[in-house]
């Protein structure tokens, strides 16, 4: 059943001040590349949550007070084979998405479950970000994750053309997919009862275009129509489990906000069409093709709850960016790495909730 509402995380307190060469509550103090701080402030333990990854945790001793849920579907990509069988994760996207993923490297494997690079792979603004924290950690399986997102991607680039003609759109990588593991090869033995695809889309498309003359409503159905022409051929090869994301409120990254108001007012009306009309589209397709699941996150919605009330979440405010753990922002148009952590915990535990992912 498509899942339209969003559920709210759980608030937490603001992170307690970070102290030289220790890494804050909740910040991450360990796992393999990790070269940040290995110990934590007073009131904390570091505590291993898989290979990759390890954080900062209130301890029963000490004065942080924290209130949080423990994640209850997490599960650590196992560290040998013992038996276990992978579910699939096909995703596209752009750099909100990305991890570095070649399908010419090393495939996803128990050791790496992103095959290539090294996990957490390449994203926008280092560590790792939602595909990273939803194939490690915040999942009900072992997951072997073909990320196709590229970095700037817009949907089809003689829609919209990307920042640079090198960039693999949207069009580029499903014909990636069509043209290497869609035939479910040995190596790849995906099925359409354990593979889920996702697609989050759309940032570039409007960033590159809302401002351009001519309708701006016609044009997303333009957009759309090109989008889910690429979700059917999906669906023909035999996906039948869809995760969709809607474009976020960039109208509100730090990039944005040195923009004019006017400017931002109209690429975030741009944006609420698109989103609407993207919703409409999920469930038309649901409705005219038989043995389909489809999710959506919201993640309109989730940013805007998070940059509304930045300390609830332990960030400084909704306009800084840097590598600090306080900030939202990496960089002035990506969400930090703690911030994706929420995403990928979001998506994890209330979107895709206890279906085998």
């Not at 096909?90 to 399908?103: L, V």
């Not at 979440?313 to 753990?325: E, H, L, N, Q, V």
Request: contains cysteine; charged residues 10%; hydrophobic residues 35%.
């Amino acid at each position: 059943m498509l899942r339209e509402s969003f559920v709210s995380l759980v608030a937490v307190v603001a992170l307690l001040p970070s102290v030289l060469a220790q890494a804050p509550v909740w910040g991450q103090c360990g796992g393999t590349g990790f070269t940040g701080p290995t110990t934590c402030v007073a009131g904390s333990t570091c505590t291993f949550s898989n290979q990759w990854y390890s954080q900062c945790l209130p301890s029963s001793s000490g004065g942080t007070t924290v209130t949080t849920v423990k994640p209850t579907t997490t599960s650590a990509v196992p560290t040998s084979t013992a038996n276990a069988k992978a579910n699939y994760w096909f995703g596209f996207g752009d750099s909100y998405s990305q991890t570095g993923f070649n399908i010419s490297g090393t495939l996803p494997n128990v050791a790496n479950p992103i095959g290539n690079p090294d996990f957490p792979g390449w994203s926008a603004t280092g560590g790792a970000n939602w595909v990273g924290y939803l194939t490690s950690t915040y999942n009900n399986s072992l997951l072997f994750t073909y990320n196709f997102a590229y970095g700037g991607a817009t949907i089809d680039a003689s829609l919209v053309a990307p920042y640079e003609p090198t960039v693999l759109s949207l069009t580029d990588q499903v014909n990636q997919f069509l043209g290497s593991v869609a035939s479910k090869p040995a190596s790849t033995p995906w099925t359409s009862a354990n593979s889920l695809f996702s697609i989050w889309i759309g940032v570039n498309d409007i960033g590159n275009s809302y401002y351009q003359s001519g309708s701006r409503d016609a044009f997303s159905d333009t957009l759309l129509n090109a989008y889910f022409a690429l979700v059917q051929k999906l669906y023909n090869v035999g996906a039948r489990n869809f995760l969709f994301a809607n474009v976020p409120p960039i109208d509100r990254s730090p990039l944005m906000l040195a923009q004019s108001t006017d400017a931002q007012a109209l690429e975030k009306s741009v944006i609420a069409t698109f989103n609407t009309k993207l919703a409409a589209k999920i469930s038309s397709f649901k409705a005219n093709n038989t043995g389909v699941t489809t999710f959506l996150w919201d993640s309109n919605a989730q940013f805007t709850k998070m940059l509304n009330s930045p300390t609830t979440y332990g960030f400084a405010d909704a306009t800084s960016y840097g590598s600090d753990p306080t900030m939202f922002w990496g960089n002035n148009y990506h969400p930090s790495t703690y911030a994706n952590k929420f995403f990928g915990q979001e998506i994890g535990q209330n979107v895709l909730g206890k279906t085998i992912w």
